[in-house]
């Protein structure tokens, strides 16, 4: 099973100001990592996969790099609404799918 | 897009049974595998079962398997799962969400969950 690890587990943001999330796998996965929103009372929204490649309707403020086993989201000038928590995703090696513990990004 | 609605939570005792549903508007459901992700109190996101787009390839977490059974009705555009000999542990909100037909294996359309408490 890969292990997959994100850090900081909580980033303190001021609005308007960038963020930088990171995750590691226990194995390369290429680039086969999904980002994934997730808001108190909201269905997960997904934001990256293929590790670069922004989803549908995802704001370009929402940029992923890396490939092999380390990997990065960024976020550009935050708005209100990106204030949640944050999951990487592997789907090179499965069963199992793994996320990462999750980082939670929350108001300076 | 496909629109996803999980139902069939609720509280229920150690050792029983619960079955929930998630129905799918959209006309890809019926070409997409589905899988179940649930989140525990205060944790993080686990995957827990996936079915393929027809019903003949299913896989399970370790924590589940052997317990829960997950199916599928086309004809009624419908994900279930089957859970029994709950425990305490598997108190969660429980997600149905979509992998795209002909892609890669992420997770691009999800419910908005229904939680599942397991306590006496």
């Known amino acids: 099973e890969i292990v997959m690890t994100q850090s900081p587990a909580t980033l303190s943001v001021s609005p308007g100001e960038s963020a930088t999330l990171s995750c590691r796998a226990s194995q390369s996965i290429g680039k086969k990592l999904a980002w994934y929103q997730l808001q108190p009372g909201q269905s997960p929204r997904l934001l990256i996969h293929g590790a670069i490649t922004r989803a549908t309707g995802i704001p370009a403020r929402f940029s992923g790099s890396g490939s092999g086993t380390e990997f990065t989201l960024s976020i550009s000038s935050l708005q209100s609404e990106d204030f949640a928590v944050y999951y990487c995703q592997q789907y090179n090696n499965w069963p199992p799918w793994t996320f990462g513990q999750g980082t939670k990004v929350e108001v300076k | 897009q496909v629109q996803l609605v999980e139902s069939g939570g609720g509280v229920v005792q150690p050792g029983k049974s619960l079955r929930l549903s998630c129905a799918a508007s959209?006309?890809?459901?019926?070409?997409?595998?589905v899988h179940w992700v649930r989140q525990a109190p205060g944790e993080g996101l686990e995957w827990v079962a996936v079915?393929?787009?027809?019903?003949?390839?299913?896989y399970y977490a370790d924590s589940v398997k052997g317990r829960f059974t997950i199916s599928r009705d086309n004809s009624k555009n419908t994900l279930f799962l089957q859970m029994s000999s709950l425990r305490p542990e598997d108190t969660a909100i429980y997600y149905c969400?979509?992998?795209?037909?002909?892609?890669?294996?992420?997770?691009?359309?999800w419910g908005q969950g229904t939680l599942v408490t397991v306590s006496s």
């Open positions: 959209g006309v890809t459901f019926t070409y997409s595998a």
């Open positions: 969400a979509t992998a795209p037909p002909r892609d890669d294996p992420y997770f691009d359309n």
């Open positions: 079915i393929s787009f027809d019903g003949s390839i299913t």
